[in-house]
């Protein structure tokens, strides 16, 4: 055949194809010349549920249907976080080669003076999913093969069991364990209190979350830090007599108690060999994690609150924790993540990605991606139960089996927007509790 009529039979099939595997086809052949052009911000919040508003990232390029998806959703921050996209990082990227995620992000790191904070981070965690889930198309391939292909088929999870009272959470447990569970995580409310940390309110405290909301205020919620350090062990006994020692438990103190409530507590909890103790202490505390870990052997995980690859970093060095929880949506997404689980490993430290249901099932597919293709995996945490407006909007989210989490091997994340369905659902204004103690005085949250 004559090259010119070669030339323009090969050029009739590749527009006969599928728009995105025609743009797939062409990247591949020269992947040096894709360029940025448009970045979308999308606030949706499908189902209108408390504190779901999700900060989607569509990157755009100049090849037909080549387009990546990250979360940047940062829960009370999600309008902050969209401005700043829109308007202070997106310029950076127009014209660039998404190829480049770790030129880009170095970029848009530094692009604004004052740097770093969960905003910015939040905003550039999206930016780098979406690159990765464009570099995966375009090789065809799922994220977790570019980072070095899987390390395993399945991911160890775990899910809440709250309870009003002990009898509560246990029943709870035994509905988990007969679902397959392995490792539980366990909360309960404290006496006297209507809120709590994953836990059930009281008809009182939905009443006035419920006021709340409609006013568009934050929700008042108490929180007794000296009746919790007095309860929570004495769960824990009643567990391990009612369920065994086989099931794994973990319980999050969410950072609302004070250091020396927190040594006590990682003491008194040494005999219920926790999987592991997670946030005992803000990030304003650290120095207390060398006086947790010289006087108690319970693991401690640490880190969901953190906004970059540096936070905390001296926990890694000196081997005062043991699981990382950074959440990929606010750290710098893959790219971080990646970097964070490469400089663990040789300290024998795992990681426990954040994985709530206030993130979109995007980064779920993120946490994924860096999860199964690392030899220090601990364990993911991952948010089952996702109703029918979240799978109106998400093509797929991960899959939950026999106490494992999989994905699928599509290229890039294995996930799309569905654009319509998600402007449907537009933002809805839900602050986080104001937490105080039973003086007034404001606490962690």
């Known amino acids: 055949m004559h090259r010119r009529q070669l030339l323009k039979t090969l050029a009739s099939a590749a527009a006969a194809l599928p728009l995105p595997l025609a743009a797939q086809t062409a990247a591949q052949k020269s992947p040096g010349s894709i360029r940025i052009t448009g970045v979308d911000v999308i606030v949706t919040n499908p189902g209108a549920t408390a504190m779901n508003n999700f900060v989607l990232i569509k990157i755009s390029t100049n090849q037909p249907g080549l387009v990546g998806w990250g979360d ?8 902050g976080v969209a401005k700043f996209m829109e308007e202070h990082l997106t310029p950076g990227l127009i014209g660039q080669n998404p190829m480049h995620s ?20 939040s905003a550039i965690s999206g930016v780098d999913m979406a690159l990765w889930d464009i570099k995966g198309k375009v090789a065809g391939l799922p994220v977790y093969d570019l980072l070095g292909g899987k390390v395993r088929e399945g991911m160890l999870t775990y899910t809440n069991a709250g309870g009003r009272d002990f009898k509560q ?11 397959g569970y392995k490792v539980i995580k366990v909360q309960v409310a404290l006496p006297g ?28 919620e108490v929180w007794d830090p000296m009746a919790y350090t007095r309860t929570l062990p004495k769960l824990f006994d009643h567990l391990r007599k009612t369920v065994g020692d086989e099931i794994e438990l ?66 890694i060095t ?37 994985g709530p249901g206030n993130i979109s099932p995007i980064t779920h597919m993120a946490n994924a991606a860096v999860s199964l293709s690392i030899p220090n ?52 204004r839900r602050l986080r509790p104001a937490i105080r103690r039973p003086d007034g005085t404001p606490w962690a949250y």
Request: with cysteine.
């Open 318 to 354: 000196e081997h005062l924790i043991d699981y990382v929880r950074h959440d990929l949506a606010h750290c710098g997404g893959i790219t971080t993540g990646k970097k964070i689980a490469t400089f663990c490993e040789p300290y024998g430290i795992l990681t426990a990605w954040h």
């Open 102 to 121: 770790e030129r880009l992000w170095q970029r848009l790191f530094f692009l604004p003076y004052y740097r770093s904070g969960s905003v910015q981070m």
């Open 377 to 428: 995996f601990g364990i993911q945490e991952f948010a089952t139960g996702w109703g029918d407006p979240v799978r109106e909007v998400f093509s797929d989210v991960p899959q939950y089996a026999n106490g494992q989490v999989t994905v699928n091997d599509k290229p890039g994340l294995g996930i799309d927007v569905n654009e319509a369905v998600a402007r449907k659902y537009p933002y809805v």
């Open 72 to 79: 940047a959703t940062c829960t009370g921050s999600e309008l």
């Open 169 to 179: 959470v246990e029943d709870n447990v035994r509905k988990l364990m007969e679902r």
């Open 193 to 220: 209190n209507d809120g709590g940390y994953a836990v059930p309110q009281t008809a009182a405290q939905a009443a006035k979350t419920k006021d709340a909301y409609a006013a568009g205020m934050p929700p008042d």
């Open 250 to 315: 973990l319980h999050d103190v969410h950072e609302r108690i004070t250091p020396s409530q927190a040594l006590q507590l990682g003491k008194a909890l040494e005999p219920y060999r926790l999987f592991y103790f997670e946030d005992p202490l803000r990030p304003e505390h650290l120095d207390t994690f060398r006086l947790m870990r010289q006087q108690c052997s319970t693991p401690i995980a640490m880190g969901e609150v953190y906004t970059g690859q540096w936070d905390g970093l001296f926990l």
